[in-house]
């Protein structure tokens, strides 16, 4: 089993609509998670850590479910520029190693 | 400048070249990686090192060498190369989470090198 495993896409998604991503972990030591954004031919860019309540910015949402070990993304009111890799990273406690997932690819059409 | 700077960009060597890539920290931050990203695969963790010292041994072949001769400076020193060591070269740096316990704020990347081996 990958350590980190994630639907690769692509999503196609009109403007306006709502997605989510799903991501599951299989290192049950893992303690924190994020998820990052990579746009094409960049580096790869946090976009937020993931709490254990659930947390929220802006149109963005990330929940963790530990005891299934899954994170989820969900974008609402998706923007041209939310067209982009995202990727799901978890650490295990006092470990200097992010584990990335391949990434999904979202590509948000006008 | 501020955050995650690497030099150069873009990198086009022969098999029997020597080069260096070079990253720059202005953040402040203690720890500092080097990550591969190849088409179709997860970034893959190289080196790590914290105040000065590499902490993790992960298995990359001899043509790759790193140093880190300060808190802020990370080279990676390249040579006899193969093509398939094509890909883009990523830097990054954070707090020490031996230090600080878990890794709160992930990392903070370079802009990366993306390498071609001919």
């Known amino acids: 089993r990958k350590e980190v495993e994630q639907d690769p896409g692509p999503f196609n998604v009109p403007e306006g609509a709502t997605v989510a991503f799903n991501c599951t972990y299989s290192n049950s030591a893992s303690q924190s998670f994020f998820w990052y954004r990579q746009d094409c031919r960049k580096e790869p860019k946090l976009l937020m850590s993931?709490?254990?309540s659930g947390n929220e910015d802006g149109r963005f949402t990330a929940q963790l479910n530990r005891a299934s070990q899954y994170i989820s993304l969900l974008i609402r009111d998706s923007k041209l520029s939310d067209s982009a890799t995202y990727l799901c990273v978890v650490n295990k406690a006092g470990s200097y190693q992010l584990t990335f997932g391949k990434g999904t690819k979202l590509s948000v059409i006008p | 400048e501020t955050g995650v700077t690497q030099t150069p960009r873009h990198l086009v060597m022969g098999m029997t070249n020597k080069k260096s890539l070079k990253c720059e920290q202005h953040l402040g931050h203690n720890a500092m990686y080097w990550y591969k990203q190849s088409a179709k695969k997860p970034l893959e963790l190289m080196f790590v090192?914290?105040?000065?010292?590499?902490?993790e041994n992960n298995s990359v072949p001899s043509r790759f060498s790193p140093e880190c001769p300060n808190s802020s400076h990370l080279f990676l020193h390249l040579h006899t190369l193969q093509p398939e060591d094509s890909a883009l070269y990523l830097c990054a740096s954070s707090q020490d989470p031996a230090r600080q316990g878990a890794l709160n704020y992930g990392y903070t990347f370079g802009s990366g090198t993306r390498l071609t081996v001919v």
């Open positions: 993931v709490y254990s």
């Open positions: 090192y914290s105040l000065e010292e590499r902490v």
